[in-house]
Structures are given as C-alpha cells and as structure tokens.
C-alpha cells in the first residue's frame, strides 16, 4: 500500500502549468494514487495561485476555473487538520524558519506517518539544512524516475 502524502501548494499548482516537465508524474499521482491529503492553507493557496494563473492566460472566467479546479482536487484529496498537526507546526516554524503552510504540511505528514511532497526544495527549506533530512518530505524535481511516489 502506498504510503500517504501530504500535498504542498507548489506541487498543486505545477499540476496545471501548461508544458509542465512533472506533467506525467503527477497525472498518476492525483488520478489513480489513493490517500492523497493536504491541509487548509494548501487550498486557499491553491485558489488564490490557480486564479491569478488562469487570469494571465487570459481565460474568461479565472476565479471559476479555480474553484472548478479545487473542487476537482477536492474529490481527490483529503483536507486534514487538528490540534496536534497546529501544535507541531507551529514547533516546526520555530525550529526550521519556513513558510507556516509548509510546517503543516510537513506536520500532517507526520501525524498520517506519510511524507510531504513538494515540488522543489525552496531556499529557505535549503537554509534549514541537516534539519530538513531527518523530515518525512520529498522533492518532486529531487526524485528520479525510478522513484514512483
């Protein structure tokens, strides 16, 4: 059984970038994969990012687009959220300095025993250094293609 991943905005939002170099990975990760999750903040990102994307390639109606590509994400992906995923990323934002919405993510990974999968290692995860390898996280750009997450 595969293990569960967490879902981070950048991973998301490549899914719908036109000429995307992950386009076949994550075709099989969000349609035919099972426990897929994200956590609340990933969602509101993910409208904001995919409407502004929507408006500059000049679609008529970007804010629709987005929320019928939420919704569509939504069907396939879990939202999780509790106490326990709060506390911890709030721990890992003091201890690592990354962006709030990635500590949740990597915090829900945690908890569903899964891993984080991003789309590349931002600089301020590059920063974090040796702290970030002892994470359940992967890197979609990092992952080869014998890896199949």
């Not at 099972?34 to 903040?41: E, K, M, Q």
Request: aromatic letters at 6%; one cysteine or more.
């Amino acid at each position: 059984m595969p293990v569960p991943l967490v879902l981070d905005t950048g991973v998301l939002v490549e899914y719908i970038m036109e000429g995307s170099a992950h386009a076949d990975r994550l075709e099989r990760i969000l349609t035919s994969r099972g426990r897929l999750y994200t956590v609340p903040g990933v969602v509101a990102e993910v409208l904001y990012v995919s409407s502004r994307l929507y408006a500059a390639a000049g679609r008529p109606d970007p804010n629709g687009d987005a929320s019928d590509y939420v919704a569509w994400l939504l069907s396939r992906v879990r939202v999780v959220s509790d106490r326990d995923i709060g506390l911890r990323a709030g721990e890992l934002k003091k201890a690592l300095g990354i962006a709030l919405t990635d500590c949740f993510v990597i915090a829900a990974a945690e908890r569903l025993g899964g891993r984080a999968l991003f789309l590349r290692r931002e600089r301020e995860m590059q920063r974090a250094g040796d702290m970030m390898r002892d994470l359940p996280v992967y890197f979609l750009d990092e992952l080869g293609d014998e890896v199949d997450v």
